[in-house]
């Protein structure tokens, strides 16, 4: 993998997405598989088409029987590889000590997990990205979030539009439980004293 290969989207993309994995999400370990090919040492580089050939899917067959047991190679591999990769990875995201967080991205960028490719490994690159000073992670707000790790904009607390809404009705019912009932008595005294003065 070269630099140019490395822009900043699909850099935050690939990063983001192995992140926010989740345990038995077969479909997107096989994405992410398949984004990750040649990186990751020992890993199974299968595709959707090793599932399900394309001249079967062509005449409407289902998958073949091996299909199957490509899904539970990859589940082993998924687990034995992209998991504890994910949780190093998580652990990074949260961390809020910058010497710590450099420790640890740095000693995940030297593991052995990875394939050296002309005496560089693709993946300590990626991870080259979370030392620039101007980067920084975060963890979304809303606890019903899916993929809670994300770059965050300026002060950003959650990871998008859709986490904000829960978020901000709650702050409205906080307030409203808060001043509600004092603005409702103020409103009943002011009207009470326009009737008496009229």
């Known amino acids: 993998m070269s630099r140019k ?18 345990d038995n999400d077969v479909a997107a370990g096989l994405r992410l598989g398949k984004k990750m ?18 001249e079967r899917v062509k005449r409407g067959l289902p998958p073949t029987p091996e299909a199957f047991e490509w899904v539970t190679k990859w ?11 994910r949780n190093e990875l998580r652990e990074i995201w949260t961390e809020r000590d910058p010497m710590a967080k450099r420790y640890a991205i ?9 394939v050296p490719k002309d005496g560089v490994q693709p993946f300590s690159r990626l991870l080259e990205y979370l030392l620039r000073p101007n980067v920084r992670t975060a963890f979304c707000s809303n606890s019903d979030c899916l993929t809670p790790y994300f770059f965050p904009k300026g002060r950003q607390k ?39 003065q009229s």
């Not at 290969?5 to 994995?21: D, F, G, H, K, Q």
């Not at 040492?41 to 394309?54: C, K, R, T, Y």
Request: aromatic share 6%; hydrophobic share 35%; proline share 5%.
């Open 5 to 22: 290969n490395l822009a900043a989207p699909s850099t935050r993309y690939l990063l983001c997405e192995i992140a926010n994995l989740r």
């Open 37 to 54: 090919k040649g990186m990751m040492s020992a890993m199974l580089e299968i595709s959707p088409d090793d599932l399900n050939h394309p």
């Open 75 to 85: 589940d082993k591999q998924c687990y034995e590889r992209l998991l504890p990769l």
């Open 106 to 114: 740095l000693s995940l960028a030297v593991s052995s997990w990875f």
């Open 158 to 196: 959650v990871c998008s539009e859709e986490c904000a809404r829960p978020l901000k009705r709650e702050a409205k019912l906080r307030y409203w439980n808060k001043t509600g009932r004092a603005n409702r008595e103020k409103k009943r005294a002011r009207k009470s004293s326009r009737r008496k």
